[in-house]
Nanobody, 128 residues
Framework: QAQVVESGGDSVQTGGSLRLSCVYSGLPGSRYCMSWFRQAPGKEREGVAVIFSGGSESYVADSVKGRFTISQDNAKNALYLQMNSLKVEDTAMYYC?????????????????????WGQGTQVTVSS
């Protein structure tokens, strides 16, 4: 049975840092598109960053470029999001999402509908 569990969310002040973790298990296949999404109250779910499990290729959204870094540890079945220079507008529930990379790429990575496996979310709150 597939499981995806996020952790690391917290309340921090503007300019602070957090590291989110996601541990997954029981997924079929061996190559995945692994992404972080976020959703603030009243807003649509937004793709933040993606990494392909079969390599080091990764992308981050323009809104977090230069501040957030996505990484993985395949030996631990883990995905991470290092968030630096946090802003009030980064406040949201952050979700880890995975899908099998059948074509060996992560096309349309920022579309939530493309993902099969989701965690329950971890809350990040940034205050000024």
């Amino acid at each position: 049975q597939a499981q995806v569990v996020e952790s690391g969310g917290d309340s921090v002040q503007t300019g602070g840092s957090l590291r989110l973790s996601c541990v997954y298990s029981g997924l079929p296949g061996s190559r995945y598109c692994m992404s972080w999404f976020r959703q603030a109250p009243g807003k649509e779910r937004e793709g933040v960053a993606v990494i392909f499990s079969g390599g080091s290729e990764s992308y981050v959204a323009d809104s977090v470029k230069g501040r957030f870094t996505i990484s993985q540890d395949n030996a631990k079945n883990a995905l991470y999001l290092q968030m630096n220079s946090l802003k009030v507008e980064d406040t949201a529930m952050y979700y880890c999402a995975l899908r099998i990379a059948y074509a060996g790429n992560c096309a349309r990575w920022a579309a939530p509908s493309m993902y099969t496996y989701w965690g329950q979310g971890t809350q990040v709150t940034v205050s000024s």
